[in-house]
């Protein structure tokens, strides 16, 4: 297929250096043509380097291609970059990767109803290293035309056993919430954890240890080697982009969420404090050293 790729942001990179590759382990030599474009031209170079094809704006990159995969900031950006001003003609197949709400999904489904586009959301699950390896969780919903071109490229940078499939564009965007919202709520968990670990004079390390096979293992495996070494710079996932998707989840929720509310001020005050760009596991930097 031809094939144009809109944002190549951290995650964004990985996932087109997947169709530039052409190949997986599990799907061999796909042969499309890729066609990349980002407001940050620079941020395309390796990919030109390894054969994707450079575009001055969005509207050349969509030109006459049959699939557009998006994998923009957040729904703004695709409103400003996609619905605005029109961009997809209709009959082409849109995927968009880009994390937002359940009613944003329900909103672009409409737009491309409307104007004879076919539209999934596809959101993935995991960070940039399962990204790189082709091993993220991957979800799909939307319209069944859409889920069917979908399938094949998704699948280059999918664990197969992760995929998961919905009716609706919105289901897709809500299971990826409650994914994110698990990293958030556990990472706020071992940020308490060590405040309380603190207070009773265990250091850090000690902190660390008594979470061992505990009900915030995962997390602590994750993240424990920042929390130990207070290095948060080795961003796998954005204390910003975080921020971002868990105002999405308050707001989606018909109910309180305290939990998520506690994390939601901790990632608040890593951004305020100009640490928005490192690893969501800054969250615990306050606590780290005890």
Avoid: C
């Avoid at 709520?185 to 390390?205: C, I, K, Y």
């Avoid at 948060?232 to 982009?241: E, G, P, R």
């Avoid at 928005?276 to 615990?284: K, L, N, S, W, Y």
């Amino acid at each position: 297929m031809k094939i144009a790729f809109l944002g190549l942001g951290r995650m964004g990179r990985e996932l087109a250096a997947h169709i530039v590759a052409g190949q997986s382990g599990h799907t061999g030599q796909t042969g499309h043509d890729l066609v990349v474009w980002d407001r940050t031209a620079s941020a395309a170079d390796e990919l030109v380097e390894r054969g994707a094809r450079r575009a001055d704006s969005a509207a050349a990159a969509v030109n006459g291609v049959e699939l557009v995969i998006t994998a923009l900031f957040g729904a703004d950006a695709v409103r400003e970059v996609v619905t605005s001003p029109d961009l997809i003609e209709p009959g082409t197949a849109w995927v968009d990767v880009t994390t937002v709400s359940p009613a944003e999904a329900d909103e672009f489904a409409a737009w491309a109803g409307a104007r004879g586009v076919r539209y999934a959301h596809s959101p993935v699950v995991g960070s940039l290293g399962p990204a790189r390896r082709g091993q993220l969780g991957v979800l799909l919903g939307g319209e069944p035309g859409a889920v069917d071109v979908a399938k094949p490229v998704v699948a280059l940078w999918a664990d197969e056993s992760r995929m998961r499939y919905y009716d609706t564009a919105a289901k897709a965007a809500t299971d990826k919430l409650v994914n994110n919202l698990s990293l958030a709520v556990a990472m706020q968990g071992f940020v308490e954890a060590l405040r309380l670990g603190h207070s009773g004079g265990l250091s850090t390390e000690q902190v660390v240890t008594a979470l061992d096979k505990s009900m915030l293992s995962a997390i602590k495996d994750l993240k424990g080697a920042s929390v130990r070494s207070a290095d948060f710079s080795d961003t796998q996932f954005s204390a910003s982009l975080l921020a971002k998707d868990t105002n999405l989840m308050v707001h989606t929720s018909r109910h309180p969420l305290p939990a998520l509310t506690a994390a939601y001020e901790s990632l608040e005050n890593a951004a305020r404090s100009g640490h928005g760009a490192d690893d969501f596991a800054v969250m615990a930097a306050a606590d780290a050293r005890g």
